[in-house]
């Protein structure tokens, strides 16, 4: 099994800044991807941004130049940054990564998820 914690949410002015924190532990055996999704109120969740174990990047169209998203693979952490938050940046961020774990001599692939945190922008 795999836990995911995150960090680093809160409120805060619109053009202000946050960097979000996640955290894999494990038996993790190889990070295949990691990401975040954000979920607001009445609406779906959608991807924010995803990066892969090759280094590649995808990013939302309503995030794109605003927020980077990068890793420690010594850490087995990703992390958002945030910059020129708007109103509507609001919601629940999770952390998502596609996970290899070791089970014994079994090698299983699985998707897991983060608890969420609150990000809230103030106009």
């Known amino acids: 099994q795999v836990q995911l914690v995150e960090s680093g949410g809160g409120l805060v002015q619109a053009g202000g800044s946050l960097r979000l924190s996640c955290a894999a532990s494990?038996?993790?055996?190889?990070?295949?991807?990691m990401g975040w999704y954000r979920q607001a109120p009445g609406k779906q969740r959608e991807l924010v941004a995803v990066?892969?174990?090759?280094?590649?990047?995808n990013y939302a169209d309503s995030v794109k130049g605003r927020f980077t998203i990068s890793r420690d693979n010594a850490k087995n952490t990703v992390y958002l940054q945030m910059n020129s938050l708007k109103p509507e940046d609001t919601a629940v961020y999770y952390c998502?990564?596609?996970?290899?774990?070791?089970?014994?001599?079994?090698?299983?692939?699985?998707?897991?998820w983060g608890q969420g945190t609150q990000v809230t922008v103030s106009s």
């Open positions: 998502n990564a596609d996970v290899t774990t070791t089970q014994g001599i079994n090698f299983i692939r699985g998707n897991y």
């Open positions: 494990g038996s993790i055996f190889k990070i295949n991807a």
């Open positions: 990066i892969i174990s090759g280094g590649s990047t």
